[in-house]
């Protein structure tokens, strides 16, 4: 069965350097979405993307936030000067179209800033 | 704004008991509900949505708009059924975000 993947599982940076977090969403997927869960804390939205183009953020999606499907398979998200506060369990997630429901989620990515 | 509130973090049970997972919701809409399962070291994965009115695993829940609520229920918990449980909103529309709750750890005892 297809799945989400993520790459890399964990990731050690220091305060201010930038970060690339990698997912490679299901083939067929439309809609592609990235979730950040801190320790402790639930699961957040940080933004979706479709045909191309960021279709929702949240507030925690400021400018040092970004998205890019640079290749028809790799979804990324980019964080340009990582604080202590990034430091967090990233999720990506796909879904298939408009009409279906469930979204997939990758394994997740654990970013720790130093 | 959207907000799904689990109000026990820890819940305990025995084999074979009852067990009830709470999930509140806040949103003016017509939300769709779900709920998440984590498994011990695997990915979120969907359990159930209110719509589709299946039951998974034993597991089901009822959307009561009246009191606001999507508990899920199984009569007879199992073992395997140890995980972290987290009920998510969307507000139905295209492409749109999920709202998780804080999530609550079950533990089925044997």
């Known amino acids: 069965e297809p799945e989400v993947t993520q790459t890399p599982s964990h990731q050690v940076t220091q305060m201010g350097q930038e970060v690339i977090l990698r997912c490679v969403p299901i083939s067929n997927h439309l809609y592609f979405y990235w979730y950040r869960q801190i320790l402790g804390q639930k699961v957040e939205f940080l933004v979706s993307f479709y045909n191309n183009e960021i279709s929702e953020k949240s507030e925690i999606f400021d400018d040092q936030f970004s998205v890019e499907r640079p290749d028809g398979s790799n979804f990324t998200l980019k964080i340009r000067s990582t604080k202590l506060e990034d430091s967090a369990m990233y999720f990506c997630a796909s879904r298939e179209t408009s009409n279906s429901y469930e979204q997939y989620f990758g394994p997740g990515t654990r970013l720790t800033v130093t | 704004a959207q907000r799904v509130t689990q109000p026990e973090k820890l819940l305990s049970v025995f084999k074979g008991a009852p067990v009830e997972l709470k999930c509140n919701y806040s949103?003016?809409?017509?939300?769709?509900l779900f709920w998440y399962v984590q498994y011990s070291r695997q990915r979120l994965q969907l359990l159930l949505r209110h719509i589709s009115r299946e039951s998974i695993k034993g597991f089901t829940a009822d959307l009561n708009k009246g009191e606001t609520s999507f508990h899920l229920k199984k009569p007879f918990a199992q073992e395997e059924d140890s995980a972290m449980y987290y009920c998510a909103l969307s507000a139905g529309t295209s492409g749109s975000r999920l709202t998780f709750g804080e999530g609550t750890q079950l533990t089925v005892n044997p």
């Open positions: 949103y003016s809409g017509s939300p769709e």
